[in-house]
């Protein structure tokens, strides 16, 4: 006897529609149980696929965010901090932070191809800019050093370990050059600019032509302007003719190779000078910078321009990784183009090279070790506006001698003998401000002098006599060497410090000054 019945057999039963094994009443229909069941399975498989997409999506964001990360931190070169002085100015000397811009002439790397040159020459330094920005944040002021500057250089470190002696008198972009390495010395330039300054560098950046290049093209071009055509000849004044048109007279964008031509151009603009290269600099850096803004302080704007950047950038190793190079970039996005300023260290010819005038040097100095912008207002953070007062003057008068002295005709070379960051700048301005001729800057041998000593070479004591009324207390010492030395001590220290007032930016300097936010066509008397 076959086993059928009217729900049909087995095998049909597991084709039928309901998976459960039943069919309708007799029509074949679903029956409204198993439909929703149905329905739920269905919409439990299409949820499963959505979270299997959007988490596989999420890998591969996040993959690729650390890959672009650990592109970044391949991409960073760092310098050796072992380089740096260990007689540095002390951390906290400034308020602020103190970022050291170097622009690299350097031929390597395929830079040879943007700016020409032997690839085998030693790096140099070709623009230096020291960028101070304020404590509260808001407010940054850009200092332009020029490279024939006469400065003191401090003893550096050598690439076989040894370090030099200390150089007096010699060109600041000589500093780069020490050791005479293809990818220049970052240290001892923040060497010599922190004996300068009395500041210490929080930060050191060396960029070079493809860096510079590329970021140039990275925003889309930076708006310039030219008082009068520019030829090739300009740009390279052994070429025996004219040559093609580089840069029509009036404004326009370059970028790349271009930009760089620009900025590199010394000659068919203006005087021809190297303190006119660096106004036009101070522009184009400025309009660079209302590049960036303008499209936004955010990561994602950042990482292309940090792409950029750091093939081709030499860092400290406190900016030596993607993190903190982004960080630091997004912790300026406060400073308005308007509070960030341009301006030359206060200069002067002597001959062919140019000389740093005091007591203006100090002053600025003093201002941005106290976080006082150009006008003399506190940027400190703190809410509090200080008076404008003339800060060489207050500060000098308690340390100085009652009776007037003329130091007319008298050369002076001022050196720090004690630990206290700036003295000798702050000895330097009270000699200037007497009529004296200061003939450098440099820390002393040794730093445990508890007074000043005024040292004098053969010849010489009435003059010493003179420079030791400005410094009350202070002892003479005869010396071999034909010249005058002031070593000043603890106790001027002491003085200094008790007389300290409000400082700012000397008019001289301040008047000269650039914004960011200026019209690129605005000042183009370029020296």
Known sequence: MSITSSRGTAPSRRRGGDRGGRSGPGDGAESPRATARDRRRKRGRRLRTVLVVCLSLTVLVVAGAGWVYLKLDGDIRTFDSGGLSDNRPAAGSSKGENVLV???????????????????????????????????????????????????????????????QTQQNTMFNAAFSVGETDKGNPACTQNTVEQLTGLRVDHTVVVDFKGFASLTQVV??????????????????????????????????????????????????????????IKRQQAFIASLLKEVKSKGFTPTRLLPLATAATKSLTVDPGLGSADKLLSFAMSM????????????????????????????????????????????????????????????KASASPAASAEPVSGAGISVAVYNGTTVTGLGAKGAQLLTADGFSVTGTATATSQDHATTVVQYGPGLESQARTVAKVFPGATLEQIGAARINVVLGQSYATAASASAAPAKVPSTVADGARSADENPCDNLTYG
């Open 220 to 277: 889309g071009g930076v708006k310039v302007c030219l008082p009068n055509d520019v030829y090739q000849k300009d740009l390279n004044p052994n070429r025996a003719t004219r040559g093609t048109l580089l840069f029509p007279k009036g404004e326009q964008t370059v970028a790349g190779k271009q930009a760089l031509d620009y900025v590199r151009l010394r000659h068919g603009i203006g005087d021809g000078s190297d303190i006119g290269r």
């Open 333 to 392: 996005k406060g400073i308005d183009l308007h509070n960030t300023k341009f301006i030359t260290i206060p200069w002067r010819y002597t001959g062919s090279r140019v000389s740093v005038v005091e007591p203006d040097a100090s002053e600025l100095w003093a201002a941005l070790r106290e976080d006082r912008t150009i006008d003399g207002k506190d940027a400190s953070g703190k809410g509090k506006q200080g008076k404008k007062t003339d800060g060489a």
């Open 102 to 164: 170097i622009g690299s002439d350097a031929r390597t790397d395929g830079n040879a191809a943007l700016g020409g040159g032997d690839k085998t020459a030693i790096g140099r330094s070709d623009t230096t800019l020291l960028l101070h920005i304020y404590a509260d944040h808001k407010h940054a002021l850009a200092v332009s050093i020029p490279r024939d500057t006469l400065v003191t250089i401090p003893p550096c470190k050598l690439p076989n370990g040894s370090w030099t």
